[in-house]
């Protein structure tokens, strides 16, 4: 760490780690180190989405037809102005997975096109890519990314590497959900587009991790989740699309919006409570109120150290090489990281599988400890997260917890 770095931290102290976690109503008791699975709303952002569903339920009538519409507008313009796009381009859907599943099921697949998925993709989008390519007739492609600790210029060779005259539409994640890698989407998206092939990006981790400029990433879609990194309540998420790409892009749910424009289709899918959607500018305040950009640059140092200390404690190696990793100096870690876990440890059978994983990770619930374990190339990986409420003790804490259960039998 430089520094710089060092003394934004010191002065954070303040306000994150110990000073932070009174925002947040996680149990003291539990290990909260996996921000990044469901994210974690604190008491302002909850209050706020309960300000909205006591308006709503006062006056149901005059809230649905005269309020709804123009609050949901006004909370897309609060996000849009966050993500670097425009209000008209953003719909929220309850989460990522419902908005990859939009744009999927719009999306004109023939017989004999191919879907191009990443073998660290989020196994719910790539069962939904499975579907609509069976009911297409059309094949389900997959680049393998090179891990761990890859090289940025590697992983854009292994998804160019992957793209044939026939891929139609590639879906890239935008933080790999098993192995914490932030993709160069840039350079991907660039290389998809010059291949012929449209490009959903799956951002589900993106927002409030990472810093993003939609407008000029230049991918056809991306969806990403509001109720992880930004805070927001659960059940909070958006669609974006390039302004050619709204055109026949309809929501999973069909409703009286339909043909009425892009906006128009996402703002109604039927009665629902939007609640968590109107309460994104409460979010946006208090993750602003945090620190904002300094915040997200400290939780990915946070998540680098907490990386390295487990990677140490164990005797093994992290997924990825933390902010400035790769020989071209492109960011690859955000605020989470992974770390490989010790063989056997636990294992019955079936080491590196994941079952092995799914154990472990059982283990680890039943100890308190929130952490997600995946199988990736025959090993096991540790998957933690640092949000506003984490320090570096969390981690040393979870290295005991780890160490302890690793040895059991
Ligand atoms: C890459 C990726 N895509 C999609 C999802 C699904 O998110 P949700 O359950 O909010 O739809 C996740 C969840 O962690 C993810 O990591």
Redesign the pocket.
Known sequence: MDRDSAAVDQRGDALWGQAARRFWRLDPRWLSVNH??FGAAPRPVLAAQAGWRRRMEARPGQFFRRELAPALRAAAGRLAGFLGAEAQDLGFVA????G?NAVLRSFDLRAGDEVLVLDH??A??RNAVRHVAARAGARVTEAALPFPRPDPAAIVAAVAGALTPRTRLAVI?H???PSALVLPLAEIVAACHAAGAAVLV?G??GPGQVTLDLKSLGADWYVG?C??FLCAPKGC?FLWAAPDRQAGLHPAVISHGYARGFAAEFDWTGTRDPSAFLAVPAALDFLAGLGGTALLARNTRLAAAAGALLAARLGTETGSTGPLGGPTGGPIGGAMATVRLPSPGLATSGLGTAEHAAAVQERLLDARADAPVHAIGGALWLRVSAHAYNEIGDYERLGEVLARILRAR
Do not use: M, P
């Not at 989460?95 to 419902?98: F, G, V």
């Open positions: 990044g699975s989460n990522a997975t419902e990859c993709g989020y719910a989008v994640d933080i790999t959900s799956d589900a981790h989740n109720h992880k998420g």
